[in-house]
């Protein structure tokens, strides 16, 4: 199975920072890389595809980049509804694998 | 708008057996590939098990081969998670996931129902 690695596993940060999160991968992943946004009691949604392909009606603060192993997912201007848990997931080979996640507190 | 409503869930017993449906509205869904994905405390999000658009395929994580069974009536737009032998590590919060469009690669999720806890205990 791909293990996929985040981190930081928690970071705090404050409305209108840029901040980063890592996601990597055990083997290549080409851009097989996915992150999503879950908020406590809601189901996971869906931010960005393909590494860095923002998914319909997410705002374009958010960003992706990386190919291979290495991940990022970017958000510039925290805004308070950002504050959430995000997960990256592979989806180059079954079985689909997630990251333990990244919970950005205020 | 896409739509997944979720049933089935509760209490059971270890050793026991729970079927889950997830019935879907506002996609073609007998074209769509669907998958269920639970998530635990402490585990995070596990992806448990994905079925081709058609039903033809079907994919499982380890842990759960032998015990679950996914399947899809698509005359009914509903995805089904038979799961029987139940054990304590299965206790979850499941979800229905939809399948995103894609042109190569497994399953990623551009829908998801709204969850349902599953607690298998005596």
């Known amino acids: 199975d791909i293990q996929m690695t985040q981190s930081p596993s928690s970071l705090s940060a404050s409305v209108g920072d840029r901040i980063t999160i890592t996601c990597r991968a055990s083997?290549?992943?080409?851009?097989?890389l996915n992150w999503y946004q879950q908020k406590p009691g809601k189901a996971p949604k869906l931010l960005i595809f393909d590494a860095s392909t923002l998914q319909s009606g997410v705002p374009s603060r958010f960003s992706g980049s990386g190919s291979g192993t290495d991940f990022t997912l970017a958000i510039s201007s925290l805004q308070p509804e950002d504050f959430a848990t995000y997960y990256c997931?592979?989806?180059?080979?079954?079985?689909?694998?997630f990251g333990q996640g990244t919970r950005l507190q205020i | 708008e896409v739509q997944l409503l979720e049933s089935g869930g509760g209490l059971v017993q270890p050793g026991g057996s729970l079927r889950l449906s997830c019935t879907a509205s506002?996609?073609?869904?007998?074209?769509?590939?669907m998958c269920w994905v639970r998530q635990t405390p402490g585990m995070g999000l596990e992806w448990v098990s994905g079925i081709s658009a058609s039903g033809a395929r079907t994919w499982y994580t380890d842990s759960v081969k032998g015990r679950f069974t996914i399947s899809r009536d698509n005359s009914k737009n509903t995805l089904y998670l038979q799961m029987n032998s139940l054990r304590a590590e299965d206790t979850a919060v499941y979800y229905c996931?939809?399948?995103?469009?894609?042109?190569?690669?497994?399953?990623?999720?551009?829908?998801w129902g709204q969850g349902m806890l599953v607690t298998v205990s005596s």
């Open positions: 083997q290549s992943i080409s851009t097989y």
């Open positions: 997931q592979q989806s180059y080979d079954v079985p689909i694998t």
């Open positions: 506002g996609f073609m869904f007998s074209r769509q590939d």
């Open positions: 996931a939809k399948d995103s469009p894609r042109t190569s690669g497994y399953f990623f999720f551009d829908h």
